[in-house]
């Protein structure tokens, strides 16, 4: 049987029409809140176009027809059956002090992971560099890190005179903050190679950071390096390993392990972590890049390196609180209240 | 759902209703790519001017022209991370580049795209670009039964081809013309009885898209699809006397798509 095509579309089409109509209010409009009436008329009508694209792939093969049916079902399917919160204004003192904390605490062991296998890179690092004096080329082929360490800070601490970062610092600043952003992206994203792109990026930046402290330490330079480093790498760092916590995130949510989910669910259970952990990390970055601008590159007799050490270490300390505290309590509530609707 | 690799993304409702999405191959993405690369080519030079056009005036203060180059980096660096970004969700999975290739970014399951999804798609990226221009990408892109690079994999999204949907304009190649078969409802009834959908769609096919057919060919195909249709129901000869194979079509489309009680009520005699 070959339905009547022209009747129907006489008969069908204003009703087409509505649910259109109504699919785009709503997609124009985030804030959009659909009354009782409303979603009771939107489930008749997506019912009533499911049905009619039903008939026409069974009745008559009219395919203009049937795409244009189809693509007004899956729109009105992706309303009705979304079970996710529908974002509507983004809260970011909010998201920073309550959501960020929250997802970084959720993941923890991740980020444990990341601290293990960094520190594993910075021990490879020390013991290469301390072992093998040409390691320090291969290792840290970065300007300002070849030379050696006792006539840097000879150096540095000699400019006492003039501001040498005149007229520079912002630019420093941007320039940290891009860099440092794009490395954090990059140690998230080659997560999806199951995790091992993640731990490769993060082994590295152990060992570079190893073989630098390494280098300082052996010629007597302690106070400097952790003068230099402590200002802006009490941020930095943990940001990079906040990175790397998201990178092993995403490389366990392929993998699997003992979760029952799906590969599908499993990511897109951790997909809004993912994003708040990589938001967090830009935020602290530019804090860090800012930091190592108009701070980090100063050295006694400009700024004393108490002072700085100090600095950091309250930075540091900061920080760790506000990980393991922040936006806890309304963690647990939300916790309590999921468990409850449950 | 199929394991085998389509260009059809088939979503089932809980209703039982299928609905099929039109999956965008490898290198119509990679056109649309190219668009948008260079729509933030044009947005960065755009930027150079502006800050060069104030940077004329802010050169005689150190301060001003360090903060300004500042924030042309930041800037640059904003573009090309957000680009795809902000358009994605404020153009409802399209950008300027898939927007004129007639592409869209959906969420695998049909559902509503998310922000997250279409951040974590786009700052994947940065794993399928390696080594260069999108290489493990464009491979994960072939080997994908969805045609999904890793980014729309870890995002659980699809890029999926938007055509312009028309309903069919049935007036235009049916109303107002007069069919010698309504004199024989017994025969295209038998006719209705024997004729599959698919015959029936390439008939109507043939005739919304005639106008399109070079005059040999359209004359050929015409006379292919009558000759099937004879086969199927005989008329009598009064019944087809003088008329085209593209009437002869048209009259079968007619009688088909038409039931007997609208074709008595709108037949002019």
Not at chain 1, 43 to 62: H, I, N, P
Not at chain 2, 232 to 239: N, R, S, T
């Amino acid at each position: 049987m070959i339905i009547d095509l022209q009747r129907f579309l006489k008969e069908e089409r204003p009703y087409w029409e509505e649910l259109e109509k109504l699919l785009d209010t709503v997609a124009a409009d985030m804030t959009f809140k659909m009354g009782l009436d409303q979603a009771r008329r939107l489930q008749y009508l997506y019912e009533r176009t499911a049905t009619d694209l039903s008939k026409l792939t069974t009745f008559a093969s009219e395919p203009e027809l049937r795409h244009y049916l189809e693509s007004l079902v899956g729109r009105a399917y992706a309303e009705i059956h979304e079970e996710r919160n529908r974002t509507r204004w983004f809260a970011p003192f909010d998201w920073f002090f309550s959501t960020f904390p929250c997802a970084v605490r959720k993941h923890a062991w991740a980020f444990g992971v990341a601290c293990l296998i960094t520190l594993a890179g910075s021990i490879f690092g020390g013991f290469a560099i301390s072992g093998d004096k040409e390691a320090k080329d291969v290792l840290m082929p970065f300007p300002g890190l070849d030379i050696d360490p006792g006539k840097r800070v000879e150096r540095e601490e000699k400019l006492s005179d003039a501001d040498r970062l005149a007229g520079m610092k912002a630019q420093g600043t941007s320039f940290y903050f891009t860099h440092n952003t794009k490395v954090s992206i990059m140690t998230m994203a080659v997560g999806v190679f199951w995790g091992i792109g993640t731990v490769v990026l993060l082994f590295y930046n152990g060992v570079i950071l190893g073989a630098v402290c390494v280098d300082y330490i052996r010629a007597g330079e302690s106070v400097f390096l952790v003068g230099w480093l402590l200002p802006h790498g009490s941020v930095e760092i943990p940001a990079i390993l906040l990175a790397g916590q998201a990178g092993l995130v995403l490389g366990a949510a392929l993998i699997g392990g003992k979760d029952r989910n799906s590969v599908r669910g499993r990511l897109r259970l951790i997909g809004p972590d993912l994003v708040t952990l990589i938001g967090g990390v830009a935020l602290m970055l530019a804090w860090a890049g800012f930091v190592e601008a108009f701070l980090s590159q100063y050295h006694e007799p400009i700024i004393p390196y108490a002072v700085k050490i100090t600095f950091g270490a309250i930075e540091l300390i900061c920080l760790t609180l506000f990980l393991i505290f922040a936006g806890r309590t309304k963690g647990l509530f939300a916790r309590r209240k999921g468990r409850g609707a449950a | 759902m199929n394991r085998v690799k389509s260009n059809v993304l088939d979503i089932r409702t809980p209703e039982g209703i299928v609905f099929s999405l039109q999956l965008a191959g490898p290198v119509t993405r990679f056109l649309a790519w190219g668009i948008d690369f260079a729509a933030t080519m044009v947005l960065v030079l755009m930027l150079t001017y502006a800050i060069s056009f104030f940077a004329i005036f802010g050169a005689f203060l150190l301060f001003v022209g360090d903060w300004l180059a500042a924030f042309y980096a930041v800037a640059v660096f904003a573009i090309n991370t957000g680009y795809n970004i902000l358009l994605e969700w404020l153009w409802r999975g399209q950008t300027l580049g898939k927007r004129l290739l007639r592409l869209s970014v959906m969420d695998a399951q049909g559902l509503r795209l998310r922000f997250d999804q279409i951040v974590i798609r786009n700052l994947l990226r940065a794993a399928d670009m390696l080594p260069a221009l999108y290489l493990v990408g464009g491979i994960a892109c072939l080997i994908s039964r969805r045609s999904q690079r890793l980014g729309d994999f870890a995002a659980n999204t699809v890029v999926v081809r938007t055509p312009k949907v028309l309903t069919p304009n049935l007036d235009q190649i049916l109303a107002g013309k007069y069919n010698s078969f309504r004199d024989y409802p017994h025969i295209e009834a038998r006719l209705r009885q024997h004729i599959s959908p698919e015959e029936a769609r390439i008939a109507l096919q043939a005739l919304v898209r005639r106008d399109a057919l070079e005059p040999q060919a359209r004359v050929e195909l015409f006379s292919e699809i009558a000759a099937h249709f004879r086969n199927l129901a005989k008329f009598p000869e009064e019944a087809t006397y003088a008329i085209t194979d593209e009437q002869y079509v048209r009259n079968v489309v007619d009688a088909v798509f038409r039931s007997q009680k609208a074709a008595s009520e709108k037949s002019p005699r």
